[in-house]
């Protein structure tokens, strides 16, 4: 099985990699604003890696005050649109 991975691996040439990585550098806040375009690869994976960890807690955050939201309306059952409007205000 791991040679399958090797040459599946292998299908990307350099430009594609660095093109991938390219685009990867634009979504990273603290990357796509510098002057200077050029940042080694390791760089760029492990921003990547501290930004998704960044969003996870974010994600675990602003699920703790969803649950603190609704326990505070005491909701039990509610649909779909009233929680997107509830969360909009």
Do not use: Y
């Not at 991975?5 to 292998?10: D, E, H, I, L, P």
């Not at 492990?46 to 602003?62: A, D, F, R, Y």
């Amino acid at each position: 099985m791991s040679g399958q991975k090797s040459r599946r691996a292998s299908n990307f040439n350099e430009n594609e990699i660095n093109d991938l990585v390219s685009k990867l550098q634009a979504l990273l806040p603290r990357l796509n604003r510098r002057a200077d375009s050029r940042v080694s690869v390791s760089k760029v994976l492990k921003e990547t890696c501290s930004h998704i960890k960044k969003l996870q807690k974010e994600v675990e955050e602003l699920s703790e005050k969803l649950i603190e939201l609704m326990d505070s309306a005491d909701i039990r059952d509610i649909d779909e649109e009233s929680l997107r409007r509830l969360l909009l205000h």
